[in-house]
């Protein structure tokens, strides 16, 4: 796969699904760890974006 390394549209949309699905959830979250593949980032990057427009909150991603 020449793309492994990027998140594919349906990933994006996992990452989003999976945020809505949090933030419906009405929990916080204290700390979000990722990958240091770009993929993962790039998810983790997604959650927190759309986590912080559903709630105002969202953590910064630790890449471990």
Do not use: M, V
């Not at 990027?6 to 699905?21: C, D, N, V």
């Amino acid at each position: 796969r020449d793309n492994y390394g990027q998140l594919s549209g349906l990933g994006a949309q996992q990452a989003q699904h999976l945020s809505q699905y949090w933030s419906s959830q009405q929990r916080a979250l204290d700390a979000i760890y990722t990958g240091n593949l770009q993929r993962q980032q790039q998810s983790a990057r997604i959650f927190c974006q759309q986590l912080k427009a559903g709630t105002n909150q969202a953590p910064i991603p630790i890449i471990e």
